[in-house]
Structure formats: C-alpha cells, structure tokens
T-cell receptor
C-alpha cells in the first residue's frame, strides 16, 4: 500500500524564485487537499480538489499561489515570486468519498526561502 | 467560520500517568471531529474521529475522546500513557454543511518521561 507521496521533501530557494511541489495521492482517492504548516501551528487549509475540480480556496492562497490537478490524479502547487513568509511545511492529504472521511497525509515538503 | 482551541501547548507526564488534552471548537452547526497525532519524524495520522452516535469514541493505541455538544468540546484521554505516546496531538473540526475544509488546532506537544 503506497500512501500519499510528496516531492521534493525539502526545497531551498531564493526570494523571488518560483517553486513547484508535487503530490501523489492514494490512487483511488478522489479528494486531495493542500495545507500549510508553520512552526507552532497546526496545518492551515489552502485548497482542495474533488477529482480535477478545485472546489475551495482559502484566503491564505494569494495570487502567487496556484494549484492544479489536471487529470484528477496527482496535484501540483506552484508558488510564484516566493517571499520569506512562504517558508513553511506544505502538506498534501487525500481522502475517499463524499463525506468528511479520514484524510491521509503525506510527509510534506519543507520550503525555505532565503 | 469554524475554529479550534487547544489550551495545552506542552504537556509533560511520567509513564503510567493519565492524560487528558483539551479541545474546544467554535461552530454553531453539526460537525465532524478528529484527533490526529504526529510522532517524531512521521506523518500526521488519524487517532480517532467522531461523526455521529455514541459521543464516546475509541481510537487506536488506547486513546478515547468524548464529544460534549453543550460544551463544544472533544477532549482526548488515555488512562495510562507510555513513552511511545510522545508526539504532537492535533484536534480538528469539519463543518458538515460546508465544504471539506478541516480546521486544525495549534497542537499539543506531549512528552512522556520514562
């Protein structure tokens, strides 16, 4: 059983650069979520997809952030013109079903913006 | 908007001591409630969940939580902790009437001393 995977696990970038993260959910899961977690905080919801449709976006998701799930399988999260405040752990989770079923989390991508 | 409060940020217990971690949520409607755990170096994983029915729910590794609707609380308990319970614990809430956004608390770090 392969769980949720995320790549890369760590990313160090300079301010102003663009970065892209990838999430591969559990294969039969139709829902995919992105969260951001900073030190001392719980995960904060960014956005979620049901299949390929992006159904909700948090106000935390500024215009510099964009997420896609083109074929309803893997998803990418891109941050343009990174800022130091973007430094965080970016978590992906997936779930199956139409209710608030258990979300399975990936290991996260730790972004450091220098 | 839904929100979650975890009042204990850091708890230190000796092995065999009893544990109770507080969680209060703010939302006027029907909710699903979760406790997630993150062991050192590992992914977030579900400990237990409440959707409906018996307000006392049992999870993995001897944990349980009680949903008290009148107090908007979902406290986590374990009668006797072990060193292996050292982890960070997150309470989370999902408003059934909304989308699939799950709101997490800030987490409680539990340290169990042998």
């Amino acid at each position: 059983d392969t769980g949720v995977s995320q790549n890369p696990r760590h990313k160090i970038t300079k301010r102003g650069q663009n970065v892209t993260f990838r999430c591969d959910p559990i294969s039969e899961h139709n829902r995919l979520y992105w969260y951001r977690q900073t030190l001392g905080q719980g995960p904060e919801f960014l956005t979620y997809f049901q299949n390929e449709a992006q159904l909700e976006k948090s106000r935390l998701l500024s215009d510099r952030f964009s997420a896609e799930r083109p074929k309803g399988s893997f998803s990418t999260l891109e941050i343009q013109r990174t800022e130091q405040g973007d430094s965080a752990m970016y978590l992906c989770a997936s779930s199956l079903g139409t209710g608030a079923y258990e979300q399975y989390f990936g290991p996260g991508t730790r972004l450091t913006v220098t | 908007a839904q929100s979650v409060s975890q009042h204990n940020h850091h708890v230190i217990l000796s092995e065999a001591a009893s544990l109770e971690l507080g969680c209060n949520y703010s939302y006027g409607g029907t909710v699903n409630l979760f406790w997630y755990v993150q062991y050192p170096g590992q992914h977030l994983q579900l400990l237990l969940k409440y959707f409906s029915g018996d307000p006392l729910v049992k999870g993995i590794k001897g944990f349980e939580a009680e949903f008290i609707k009148s107090k908007f609380s979902f406290n986590l308990r374990k009668p006797s902790v072990q060193w292996s319970d050292t982890a960070e614990y997150f309470c989370a809430v999902n408003a059934i009437s909304g989308y699939q956004k799950v709101t997490f608390g800030t987490g409680t770090k539990l340290q169990v001393i042998p």
